[in-house]
């Protein structure tokens, strides 16, 4: 997905929209990339991201949130292809701003949503 289309996307955008797909659709996304999904959320927490770093990412996640979208979600195997395209862009936009305390906070909220035992999948 070219950047340019993430303007389309941003207004689907929330952090409680975000929230609510991750907790419904957790198995089906991947803990590997959700967690990814939450790294990008914290980093638009830090005020020292410019603000054309969180558009960008706020398009990838307003597109994760979308349920119609270039790949339907719910097919199996394929359904978030496209979704983990459109985040792995933002990654490479925001990788700078992705610390330590970033992927700490990442990890807690992926604890908290799939349990402990997600953190042998990261590693693995």
Known sequence: MAEKNYDAYQKEYSASKLFDKILL?????G???VYKAL??????Q????????????YGALGYLILPLDLVPDLLP????????????IALAVAHM????????????????????????ILEG
Do not use: C, H, N, W
């Not at 790294?39 to 638009?44: A, G, K, M, S």
């Not at 394929?78 to 985040?87: E, F, L, P, R, W």
């Open 97 to 120: 701003y992705i610390d330590e305390t970033v992927r700490e906070k990442a990890k807690a909220k992926l604890v908290s949503i799939f349990g402990q035992g997600v953190l042998k």
């Open 46 to 57: 830090k005020p020292e991201v410019p603000l054309k770093v969180k558009t960008t990412i």
């Open 31 to 33: 803990a590997a990339l």
């Open 39 to 44: 790294q990008l959320y914290y980093v638009t």
């Open 25 to 29: 659709y957790a198995k089906e996304i």
């Open 77 to 88: 195997m394929v359904g978030y292809g496209d979704d983990a395209a459109a985040i792995a």
